[in-house]
């Protein structure tokens, strides 16, 4: 390999593909086969960079030629940038050797379009299928769909890539047309139709022959951008719902908007990425995934913006105080897990634990629950019942008046979830 | 009754067989504590334990009765913890399993439960760490080696991560807090200790390794540089994510 050649390609390459933000590498259950390389089952960060982002999968692009403009790419056609492109065999040994020295989980492989959809696509998977078959290589592979590409291309790539997806960019089909001309959502959703058909036909077939092979065994996610158009939050989270639930994609991924181009369609160049909003509407995406809420009841007609002050279970719980409160050592499971302050995993460690004997607030604490939080909306096996007559608007004042010193302490906070 | 104090190797099995002898001899106060024997305080009795493979045995057996196989394997990693004063906590666990009825590797509300779920935690978390921050350098016969310095003694529970994901290479990690290593040779696992003399520690000689592992790590740290978007710069949640401590052993933070 000529040293300095591939160190350059791998700066603009790695550089251009940065800001698609899906970088999972969990969900596949892709076992090592006869002593190769690797397996693909647990997803770990391996490394973070200097903003906090996870680092698992090399993420790069196979190219940033690219024949189309969208306004919010960096690898646009009319930007004036150096280019640069990978050979086949080049990603192939970049992979190999980071995986074996564990900097890795697998890769992450993106692409401008040359040429055409399909020519783009034809590389793209053919790096997936070298890793496999001539390097029995087992950890985790994420294709980026080239949007467009051809039903036969899909179904290799579905053969050898652990993921698949095929990014939404903007939240409604306007915002599309505004910022990416040369792109009709129809070329996005055909691929996505199609490997949603394709899944679950696998999924049929692995129960009748378990030696079916595996296709895309950690489904598909798409990505939008957040902030480069001016949709609302909540149309933002219906249409990931709307995603959800007819393509059965495994993830929406947010990505807030880096302004990298001056472009008049934009916003300005000085403008800052919406990091909290961001934050706040992968909260809200838990919410619907992990907790049982609708939709309607994390944003609606009334509040078509999520709270960036406080996040968005507080939110419903403050505009819901009739529901409250809850008693912990009675109450299911799916109520306890509306309570401000406890997560999946206190949630059910208090249904287990309370099997044993009523809990306290102490007890709870330990737990993991944030009792600062929850004390306004639960009662336990302790006399003193914070909420009093506390008005919704009272409580919000209270935790954002005890949340607030640890925000300047540490303006950490904002990034992670409840 | 005086406070009995059980003095023992350290071992999982050494630990078993004081909780052995606590039966045995119906000791009621007990505080339980790694060696080497010292000279006790005024009204404690001090007690050397001698690890007994076959009385271990037997309390395993019957921890394996009253808890689930989980239960036992995290009893087994709290102990891994190997914290200062926590061993107490652990015999107070297992008597309170042993004294009562039914399972109780549940009741969070007891604080030995709660407590060996913390250390449980916490030793969970470094080896997961350890399982993202390990990175293998090239070798010239061809083995991959790390070095690693955990704050718990967390190698013997890294190995099965590592050998169903290297199978095709030897590899070795080494942790150089605790001088011993575990070493694949594409067949099984043994535990190694090295004598690193000055001359042969592998991190000085850079002769040991292969030409193109200085390629690697440079493409890994260009890498590295290039993904980070500087208009989200956040090192309070880089600092979280990877402490200090663990970077003198990561590649891009060399
Ligand atoms: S098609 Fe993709 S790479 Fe090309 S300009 Fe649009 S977003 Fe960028």
Known sequence: MNMDRITRKLGILADAAKYDVSCASSGSKRQNKDKGLGNASNGICHSYTEDGRCVSLLKILLTNHCIFDCAYCVSRKSNDIERAAFTVQEVVDLTINFYRRNYIEGLFLSSGIFKNADFTMERLVRVAKKLRTEHNFNGYIHLKSIPGASDELMQEAGLYADRLSVNLEMPTVAGLKLLAPDKDQKDMIKPMAYLKHAIIQNKDEKKLFKKAPMFAPAGQSTQMIIGATPENDSEVLRSANYFYRNFNLKRVYYSGYVPVLADNRLPALNTSVPMVRENRLYQADWLMRFYGFRVDEIVDNTSPHLDLEIDPKLSWAIRNMQAFPIDVNKADLQLILRVPGIGLLSAQKIVSARKFGKLNWEQLSKIGVSVNRAKYFITCNSSQFERRDLTGNNIRQFILASSQSKYLKNNQSQLSLF | ?254
């Open chain 2, 1 to 254: 009754m005086p406070l009995t104090n059980l003095v023992y190797d350290g071992t999982f099995e050494g630990l078993l067989t004081a909780v052995f002898e606590v039966y045995e001899h119906k000791l009621d106060k007990v505080k339980l504590q790694k060696g080497p024997l010292e000279a006790g305080a005024l009204f404690e009795e001090v007690k050397e334990v001698i690890t007994d493979q076959a009385r271990a045995q037997r309390v395993l057996k019957g921890l394996k009765q009253r808890l689930s196989s989980i239960g036992v394997q995290r009893l087994y990693a709290a102990h891994l913890a190997d914290m200062e004063g926590e061993d107490t906590t652990l015999l107070g666990f297992i008597r309170y399993a042993f004294d009562t009825k039914d399972n109780i590797e549940e009741d969070y509300g007891n604080r030995y439960v709660m407590r060996v779920s913390g250390l449980v935690r916490m030793i969970r978390r470094e080896k997961h760490r350890m399982e993202a921050f390990v990175r293998f350098q090239k070798l010239q016969d061809g083995t991959f080696y790390s070095a690693i310095e955990p704050d718990f003694n967390v190698l013997p529970l890294l190995i099965r991560h590592f050998k169903s994901r290297y199978a095709d290479q030897k590899w070795m990690i080494y942790d150089l807090k605790r001088r011993y290593g575990i070493y694949y040779d594409l067949h099984d696992t043994e535990f190694i200790t090295m004598d690193f003399s000055e001359a042969n520690y592998p991190a000085n000689v850079s002769a040991a390794f292969t030409e193109d592992e200085t390629l690697y790590q440079d493409l890994w740290k260009t890498y590295f540089t290039n993904v980070n978007i500087k208009s989200r710069k956040n090192t309070k949640l880089h600092l979280r994510h990877i402490p200090k401590r663990y970077w003198k052993h990561l590649t891009e933070k060399i």
